[in-house]
């Protein structure tokens, strides 16, 4: 049986959207080493761009929470590399509130993000996708709130919930020519991350693993090139768990182990109230 290269997608083309930093720049730079032309979006213009063997994304400023701003950057990207084979919807995020005391403002902009913005792009990128004798993949990057929720998540927890049924519906009506699946990213150490894991640098975070770590970008980025490539090609409406394990129960833990810290952040769920 000949298996192939199952990371070489040159002349392949890639979105990913909050793909200028963290997890999402990872994604990126993974692509573009395995050979792919890749279009990064976010709402502010970075210093520098995901790049990799001297070859360096594209940027187009979007809002995914806006439905025009999805389809431009759709239309920009096959404008560009001439069509479209992959997209991961990477942007998201929330910060901490209190669920009797949130703003339906926050909860509205919470929703749009996580839930609302990824179907928008989606739905843009089926419609060129669907077109391509080879079709294409959608990637929707979740978090382990979707399964187990913390405090001070629930518009959170709720929209990443609703990503993952998204994906499953997604997956049933767009088979077989555009695959749609679904990573649960858990702990991730990214830069913003670091700060808030407080003086041990994440060594009490990471007790809690099975694995004994905290994620790292580069993780979800391999897993993202096996679910677009063409190893996964029968693997639709998945859900990938991307997170060392899960926790290790508290029944464990009670036999003399400290009492874990506080695990509410994960990858995209990081940043300041001011912001929202």
Avoid at 8 to 27: E, W
Avoid at 137 to 163: C, E, M, R, W
Avoid at 203 to 224: E, K, Q
Wanted: proline share 7%; hydrophobic share 45%; net charge negative.
């Amino acid at each position: 049986m000949e298996l192939g290269n199952p990371i070489d997608f040159t002349g392949r083309a890639v979105i990913v959207t909050g793909g200028t930093k963290g997890v999402g720049a990872a994604i990126a730079e993974a692509f573009l080493s395995a050979g792919a032309e890749v279009m990064v979006c976010g709402r502010s213009t970075p210093v520098a761009l995901p790049s990799s063997g001297g070859r360096q994304a594209a940027f187009l400023s979007t809002d995914v929470r806006d439905p025009t701003a999805a389809v431009a950057l759709v239309a920009s990207t096959v404008q560009q590399f001439g069509r479209l084979d992959v997209l991961v919807n990477n942007a998201g995020g929330s910060p901490d509130a209190d669920a009797a005391t949130a703003s339906p403002r926050f909860v509205e902009k919470v929703v749009a993000l996580n839930l609302l913005a990824p179907f928008y792009v989606a739905q843009a990128a089926n419609l060129v996708m669907r077109e391509q004798p080879e079709g294409g993949s959608v990637i929707n990057i979740g978090s382990v709130s979707a399964h187990d929720p913390q405090p001070g998540t629930a518009a959170y927890s709720a929209a990443k919930a609703g990503l993952l049924g998204l994906t499953r519906a997604l997956a049933l009506e767009w088979a077989p020519k555009v695959r749609v699946n679904h990573i649960t990213a858990g702990l991730i150490r990214t830069a913003n991350a670091t700060a808030l894991y407080g003086e041990d640098d994440g060594a009490a975070v990471a007790g809690i693993i099975p694995m004994g770590r905290l994620a790292v970008p580069a993780d979800v980025a391999h897993a993202c090139l096996w679910l677009a490539g063409p190893h996964s090609s029968y693997v639709n409406g998945a859900d990938l768990a991307v997170h060392g394990g899960g926790e290790i129960p508290a029944r464990e833990l009670a036999r003399g182990e400290p009492e874990p810290p506080s695990r509410h952040l994960d990858h995209l769920h990081l940043h300041p109230l001011s912001s929202w």
